[in-house]
């Protein structure tokens, strides 16, 4: 149950420098209708989190040129909030590649999503029924996929995208990954080839546990809305020139506590005189009147300690999270065998039997993700998740670990309820955990902490990347409710409601947004349904193939 604070929080403490943690303290320190003291608190020894440009030197020693390691691309459609942003901070943009690509057994079997040649980077592959029957499957997968998440949107809400007073569940709301291909007789050489690297990659998802554990609506949703499911109208996708450090810095620049290498053990909160004392790893205290935990869920467990409340317990307990390694290198071996099967993700495994596999090997071409590094001075430069082996050792720059949260209906659940713990306690929640996971999750989750303590966004936020969604902002906390008056906030209405409206909006945010329609070397999107204008014109001879099956 809310507490009854009697007075604004001047002094907030903000727990974590991720993008959330970032965004959280830069509203409320910008743009904020009363006085406040904000303090930026930050465990490591850079800010960002996931934000983490990093300087490589050339090949002669001359220069160096930064590059991202963890967050590294956005588009237009699907970062609407991280785009406003950017915007008012004044932070460039640079056209980018998505292109996917799938390696397996040491180049036994490639493809190479960005186009149809590419598609058969392993010319055998041309002969090969199995792959002619993947084909299919992805454009049938596609539609029947379409299907189901507009079918569950019309259950949940109206066309104006708010929640029916009597909304039904779907009947595949429960079902698995697995027990949705096994039930409509897609192939397992698809689901190996297509649906886990794909799966696995975009969630940092160890394949067994894609197959076991996955949400199907989670994932049929989640492509949906990134425009992962259509032939046409796709996004272009885009890169923070000179690296994600740039949003960062000017982040930084506007705050006047920041501390680095600063970790806070212990978090106590007294309801009674409406306080929270901070305590870092040297033992020091600080009084505040509210705190934001921008961190991972499990890690503000951790801080609270004692002091968590069992509903704080049970609910940010549920959420699981991943540690991947992320090694930046330039070795070549740790790409596809093809150079002509090279995309700017590379998903690579050396096991038959995908869904065994306890980890998740996936290479980025950082050459090609991020225009403003040149091949000629810096050479092809990667970072690997999770190596299938080590790079050899002088080819390697660093090595970084990175935490991603383990999707599954646990976590679903937690999400759903996560507001119940909101703004009670003095305490505010945030992260790119509190939904898909993603940069402009983590964005959003702490732009809506700081509008629940009344900071007031110079942007209009949208949720769930414009989709309809049951997720509401926080609650605002009744002292700000008592003293200055602030509601709830009120996010903007979803841009798709309808099936009309979002191809209305995606056709307009085509041909008007500067930055598409110009790339780099092409790959407009993630994955297979890149080629597939050009797939549809093969389709008719991957009928007349199938029946070597």
């Not at 966004?457 to 409710?481: D, K, M, Q």
Request: proline share 5%; net charge neutral; charged share 20%.
């Amino acid at each position: 149950m809310p507490t009854n604070q009697t007075k604004a929080p001047k002094r907030i403490a903000v727990i974590g420098s991720g993008v959330s943690g970032l965004s959280a303290a830069w509203l409320l320190s910008q743009h904020t209708p009363f006085e406040t003291r904000v303090s930026l608190f930050e465990s490591g020894d850079y800010f960002g989190g996931h934000s983490h440009t990093v300087d490589l030197h050339s090949l002669d020693k001359s220069e160096t040129v930064g590059v991202d390691t963890g967050f590294i691309v956005c588009n237009p459609i699907t970062y609407p909030n991280l785009l406003a942003f950017l915007e008012c901070l004044n932070v460039p943009l640079q056209p980018s590649d998505m292109s996917f690509a799938v390696s397996r057994n040491g180049g036994a079997f490639e493809w190479n999503g960005n186009n149809t040649n590419t598609l058969f980077a392993q010319r055998e592959n041309i002969f090969n029924p199995d792959m002619w029957k993947m084909v299919s499957q992805v454009l049938r997968f596609n539609e029947q996929a379409d299907k189901i998440a507009r079918e569950a949107d019309d259950l949940e809400f109206d066309r104006n995208g708010n929640v029916r007073e009597h909304a039904k569940a779907h009947p595949y709301a429960k079902m698995t990954l697995g027990e949705f291909f096994e039930q409509f007789g897609y192939s397992k050489f698809f689901y190996q080839n297509y649906i886990v690297p794909m799966t696995a990659a975009i969630w940092s998802t160890p394949a067994n546990m894609t197959f076991d554990k996955f949400p199907l609506l989670t994932l049929v949703r989640f492509m949906r809305n990134h425009i992962l499911l259509q032939v046409d109208n796709r996004p272009k996708w885009m890169t923070v020139d000179g690296g994600s450090r740039k949003y960062v810095e000017k982040v930084i620049s506007q705050l006047a506590d920041t501390r680095l290498n600063t970790r806070i053990t212990r978090v106590k909160r007294s309801l009674a005189d409406g306080t929270v004392t901070l305590t870092d790893s040297n033992g020091k205290t600080e009084v505040f009147d509210h705190v934001i935990f921008a961190t991972h869920s499990d890690q503000a467990l951790a801080i609270l300690g004692d002091d968590a409340t069992e509903d704080e317990r049970t609910i940010l307990g549920s959420i699981k999270f991943l540690n991947n390694r992320a090694i930046l290198h330039r070795d070549e071996k740790l790409m596809p065998k093809r150079k002509l099967a090279w995309a700017s993700w590379s998903y690579l495994t050396e096991i038959s039997n995908e869904t065994d596999s306890q980890s998740m090997c996936l290479t980025y071409w950082m050459d090609n993700l991020q225009p403003h590094i040149d091949p000629r001075k810096f050479g092809n430069v990667f970072v690997t998740m999770n190596p299938l082996f080590e790079p050899e050792a002088s080819k390697v720059v660093a090595e970084y670990e990175y935490t991603h949260p383990l999707y599954s209906p646990e976590t679903i659940a937690a999400q759903d309820s996560l507001n119940t713990i909101q703004n009670n306690n003095l305490t505010t929640f945030a992260g790119a955990w509190t939904n898909y996971g993603f940069h402009e999750d983590g964005l959003t989750s702490g732009l809506l902490a700081a509008t629940s303590l009344g900071a007031i966004c110079p942007f209009e936020i949208s949720l769930n990347g414009g989709y309809p969604t049951r997720r509401v902002p926080p609650p605002p906390p009744a002292w700000a409710v008592k003293e200055f008056g602030v509601k709830q906030y009120v996010p903007a209405k979803p841009r798709f409601a309808t099936d009309e409206a979002r191809q209305a909006f995606l056709k307009n945010v085509l041909e008007n947004h500067s930055i598409v329609g110009k790339k780099k070397q092409g790959g407009g999107g993630l994955g297979m349904t890149t080629v597939m204008s050009a797939a549809v014109l093969v389709v008719a001879i991957a009928s007349a193939v199938l029946y070597f099956k």
